[in-house]
Structure formats: structure tokens, C-alpha cells
């Protein structure tokens, strides 16, 4: 188990003993009717992505509010630290993304969850990148949706068939699907 790994059980018996409503497997992070996963070993493409929470009885992540977004990014924030002042090219942050779970493979601009194929309607883009996002580059194929830790874990599109992100995957427990939970 690497230490990262460690952490995220750590943190998710913690979260476990406050939280008292959402029940998650072991190592599952509790949050507001949903556990999560960060995974951290390999990178992978997007469909891989999409495939290895499916595999794992969970979903790539959907991020529907801005509380949601705030767990998880301050997560992400955690696990990956940036760099100090100065020497931000060397951070580990830099180099680390997570896959959500949207793209807009279908209709150019239309972006849609792939759990509930439902809009996404709540957003974070990075809109103060030097390149605001989405910004479809390069020759318009960014169909697929990142939490970038080169832009604090802002909302990137990216290529969808690059190894650019972990898996973040997330099991809802407040929908009835009382197979997915634990305990
Ligand atoms: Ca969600
Ligand atoms: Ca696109
Ligand atoms: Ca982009």
C-alpha cells in the first residue's frame, strides 16, 4: 500500500466515525450521500476510467454541486501538495489530474455525466487559465472532463484518449441502490 493509499483509508475511517449517516466499503471516502475513491496508480485514459469505477461496482464521478466540488477538491489538494513558492514546476500537484465523469463526445459543447446522462449543469471551469476552458485545443478534441492539479483542481476538457488522469470514482448511497451499499 503506498502512502497515498494509506492516507485515503486513514482519512476514510475518519470521515466514517463523523459521518454516522453514508456507510462506504473500507477505504471509501463518506460524503453527503456518496462514497468516493481516489484512485492514484495508474494514469489512464478517459473510457479506461469510465471502465475501472464500473468495474469497481461505482461510477467516474459527477460533481452536481458546488459542496460536492469543494470535498473534492480540497481532497485532491491534499493528497497532492504543491510545490513551495518558487519551485511550482517540480510539484507533484502539477503533473496529477483526475477524470470526471462528462464529456461532450456527442454534441460539441453539450456535456453530459455519463452515471445519469443527464446536462451538466453546476460547472467550475478554469476560466482564468492564460488558455480559459473548455477549450477544446488541440483541433477541437478535448471531449472529455478533468480535475486539473496544474490549475488547483479546476475543470479542465482534455483528450479523452490520453493517459492524462486517475480514476476519481463515486458510489451514490442515497438512490435506493442498496446493492452498492455496505453496512
Ligand atoms: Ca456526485
Ligand atoms: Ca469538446
Ligand atoms: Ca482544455
New binding site residues.
Given amino acids: 500500500m503506498t502512502t497515498k493509499m494509506l492516507f485515503i483509508v486513514l482519512a476514510a475511517l475518519f470521515y466514517s466515525a463523523d459521518s454516522g449517516t453514508t456507510c462506504c466499503k473500507d477505504g471509501w471516502l463518506p460524503y453527503s450521500g456518496s462514497c468516493y475513491m481516489f484512485y492514484d496508480e495508474h494514469k489512464v485514459d478517459w473510457n479506461e476510467a469510465v471502465t475501472y469505477c464500473r468495474n469497481r461496482n461505482s461510477q467516474l464521478v459527477s460533481i452536481e454541486t458546488a459542496h460536492e466540488s469543494t470535498f473534492l477538491k480540497s481532497f485532491a489538494r491534499k493528497l497532492f501538495k504543491a510545490a513551495p513558492p518558487g519551485k511550482n514546476s517540480s510539484s507533484e500537484r502539477n503533473v496529477t489530474a483526475f477524470w470526471l465523469g462528462a464529456s461532450d463526445t456527442d454534441i460539441e459543447g453539450l456535456w453530459k455525466w455519463v452515471s445519469t446522462d443527464e446536462e451538466v449543469s453546476y460547472t467550475e471551469w478554469d476560466l482564468l487559465s492564460s488558455?480559459p476552458?473548455?477549450?477544446?485545443?488541440p483541433d477541437n478534441k478535448?471531449d472529455c472532463l478533468a480535475l486539473n492539479g496544474a490549475y488547483d483542481f479546476n475543470w479542465?476538457?482534455?483528450l479523452c484518449e490520453e493517459r492524462l488522469g486517475y480514476p476519481l470514482c463515486e458510489i451514490r448511497t442515497d438512490d435506493g441502490n442498496s446493492m452498492q451499499v455496505i453496512g
Fill in positions: 488558455k476552458q473548455p477549450n477544446n485545443d478535448e479542465h476538457d482534455g
